[in-house]
């Protein structure tokens, strides 16, 4: 697994050219090295060219070829690299399309240079293999499988979604650990913003009525008043 302080490689894809380099810049102020594709083909051949590339932030519209089909190419070779997705304010269909493909995420323009960071981060942390003693663990009735990701009770599979289940995978990872919502907005959705932090508090509803033998008492996931949520299983 690579260190925090790793220098990663992204690819960066937008045909409008002022965009990218603004990225760039601000990318490279961190523990990034980016490179520039300014049309769809162009960004195929440095990601075939690349010894190693760590993710790729692509435009959904390009010249010669699309971001989602760089999107669906670069996915067919390299399964495990994290793709976030460009697009304008309304394309919902590409959104979908792009998601289908394989992208990990998607942000609208117009957007934030932190907003798109945090979501790289985001991807990164997530794409980062489970070490083989990490990769099941057990907490009262309940055994968790990060490499199928699979949750059972009491013997019986629990339906996660996604969020969930990363959301899950985090609190284990940090158990003892006080996380304020804003924290586990920012590492676990990506954001480093957020109008309402009420989407934290409903996914931890849905966890607790899963994993809790009284979900009105939880004994796992416990309320840290003023601060947010800590996982003592």
């Not at 399964?79 to 998607?106: F, H, N, S, W």
């Not at 990769?135 to 309940?142: K, L, S, T």
Request: net charge neutral; aromatic share 6%; glycine share 6%.
């Amino acid at each position: 697994m690579q260190g925090s302080d790793t220098v990663r490689h992204i690819l960066v894809a937008d045909d409008e050219a002022h965009i990218g380099r603004i990225i760039k810049l601000k990318m490279e102020q961190g523990p990034f090295r980016v490179t520039l594709a300014f049309d769809g083909q162009e960004a195929v051949d440095i990601a075939e060219e690349s010894e190693h590339l760590d993710a790729a932030v692509l435009d959904v519209m390009m010249p010669r070829m699309s971001g989602l089909e760089v999107c669906k190419q670069l996915k067919a070779k390299r399964p495990g690299i994290p793709i976030i997705m460009l697009t304008a304010r309304g394309q919902e269909v590409d959104k979908v399309v792009g998601l289908e493909l394989g992208a990990d995420d998607y942000v609208t323009k117009p957007f934030s240079i932190r907003e798109l960071l945090a979501r790289v981060k985001a991807v990164l942390r997530r794409a980062q293999p489970v070490a083989q003693d990490q990769e099941r663990r057990a907490f009262g009735d309940v055994e968790v499988n990060f490499r199928t990701c699979q949750v059972l009770r009491k013997g019986k599979p629990l339906e996660f979604s996604a969020k969930e289940f990363e959301l899950l995978k985090y609190f284990v990872s940090h158990s003892g650990e006080a996380l304020s919502r804003d924290r586990l907005l920012e590492d676990v959705w990506g954001y480093d913003s957020f109008p309402t932090t009420r989407t934290v508090d409903a996914h931890i509803v849905r966890l607790r009525q899963k994993l809790e033998s009284k979900p009105d008492e939880p004994h796992l996931i416990l309320t840290i008043h003023g601060i947010g949520y800590k996982f003592v299983g």
